[in-house]
């Protein structure tokens, strides 16, 4: 079994930065696509941006320029690096993990993902 815990939520002002981590324990592959996920009150959970074992990545129009995905395979941990932080970026923010596959093709879809973290909120003021 595979577990996926998030950190590194806060509160911070608009054009803050913030870095979530995500560290993955139990049995995992070296093949996967990994991606962060994010939901606003009264919203759909959208992706955010994903990595794939390559090192391809990808991310949403709304996060491009100000947002970093990355992984640290030694330590088994996926990385989301924030900047130029927006009150419109408050949400919670989730990772997840699709092992098994290499291919950052669809990763904005919510279904292909066998596990899920818990989520840390992130909150931004203007």
């Known amino acids: 079994q595979v577990q996926l815990v998030e950190s590194g939520g806060g509160s911070v002002q608009a054009g803050g930065s913030l870095r979530l981590s995500c560290a993955a324990s139990?049995?995992?592959?070296?093949?996967?696509?990994m991606g962060w996920f994010r939901q606003a009150p009264g919203k759909e959970r959208e992706g955010v941006a994903a990595?794939?074992?390559?090192?391809?990545?990808s991310y949403a129009d709304s996060v491009k320029g100000r947002f970093t995905i990355s992984k640290d395979n030694a330590k088994n941990t996926l990385y989301l690096q924030m900047n130029s932080l927006k009150p419109e970026d408050t949400a919670m923010y989730y990772c997840?993990?699709?092992?098994?596959?290499?291919?950052?093709?669809?990763?904005?879809?919510?279904?292909?993902?066998?596990?899920w973290g818990q989520g840390t909120q992130v909150t931004v003021s203007s």
């Open positions: 997840a993990a699709d092992y098994g596959v290499v291919t950052i093709t669809g990763w904005w879809l919510l279904m292909r993902y066998n596990y």
């Open positions: 139990g049995y995992t592959y070296s093949s996967y696509c």
């Open positions: 990595i794939d074992s390559d090192g391809s990545t």
